[in-house]
């Protein structure tokens, strides 16, 4: 009779504890839409675990789709900023696998290539833009040379280059 009543014990406690764990996201965020309300309802200064893993989440799902509608929502995104995920603490890394992976919105952006491009241009010029955004932007846009089909790091240095002789 103990033995029953501390296996339900036990296991009432164990299902509490699974109950009570936080979820990443309020829903399942794994459509464009549904990625782009996530980020449009929580913001890039969120401090609460749980909604930066729902934000990291709502970007990679955007970044996949190369959503093109999400570039200005993931340009209010570029200052977002999430610890490196070390792939085994074993390892040793001199670097992120990823240049910019802490960043997830600038490597969104990147992969978006072409169309991101002259958002993240007005970015860069915008002198309400922080040093910071300034920064990811033009990182933004060397890395987005990379994502091409011939990546090729010499044309984002020219492209930046010839901006700024124009500008």
Not at 103 to 109: H, K, R
Request: positive net charge.
């Amino acid at each position: 009779m103990k033995r029953i009543c501390c296996i339900a014990f036990l296991l009432s406690v164990l299902a509490l504890q699974c109950i009570a764990q936080p979820q990443p996201c309020r829903s399942k965020v794994d459509t464009a839409d549904a990625a782009l309300n996530t980020l449009r309802t929580l913001a890039p200064s969120a401090t609460n675990p749980n909604e930066k893993e729902c934000i990291k989440e709502a970007i990679s799902v955007l970044a996949s789709l190369r959503y093109g509608k999400s570039i200005p929502e993931l340009i209010r995104y570029l200052s977002f900023h999430t610890p490196p995920e070390w792939p085994n603490s074993d390892v040793l890394l001199l670097h992120s696998y990823v240049e910019g992976g802490n960043f997830p919105a600038t490597v969104a952006l990147a992969q978006m290539g072409e169309p991101a491009r002259s958002a993240l241009l007005t970015v860069i010029k915008s002198i309400t833009s922080s040093t910071l955004e300034r920064q990811n932007a033009a990182h933004a846009i060397l890395l987005s040379f990379m994502y091409e089909e011939r990546p090729d790091a010499g044309k984002g240095i020219l492209y930046l280059r010839n901006l700024c002789a124009g500008a």
